[in-house]
């Protein structure tokens, strides 16, 4: 499993980029990099993440009960 997960990050994120990224057609390294940031840093990468969704999550539910 802990092979499985950064693996998957790292096939999610290289195929969001190439999506919607038209630099990535211009600059293959910066798009290797963050692949390989991405595997190496897995865990920094979903805790960011992670913190993210909730700060969204929190400053929604505040502005719900103002």
Do not use: D, Q
């Amino acid at each position: 499993m802990n092979k499985i997960i950064p693996l998957l990050l790292v096939l999610f994120v290289g195929e969001t980029l190439m999506r919607h990224s038209a630099v990535v057609h211009g600059n293959f390294l910066l798009f290797v990099g963050i692949l390989v940031f991405c595997l190496i840093f897995w865990r920094f990468v979903l805790a960011l993440v992670s913190l993210i969704f909730k700060l969204i999550a929190a400053i929604f539910f505040i502005g719900l009960f103002r």
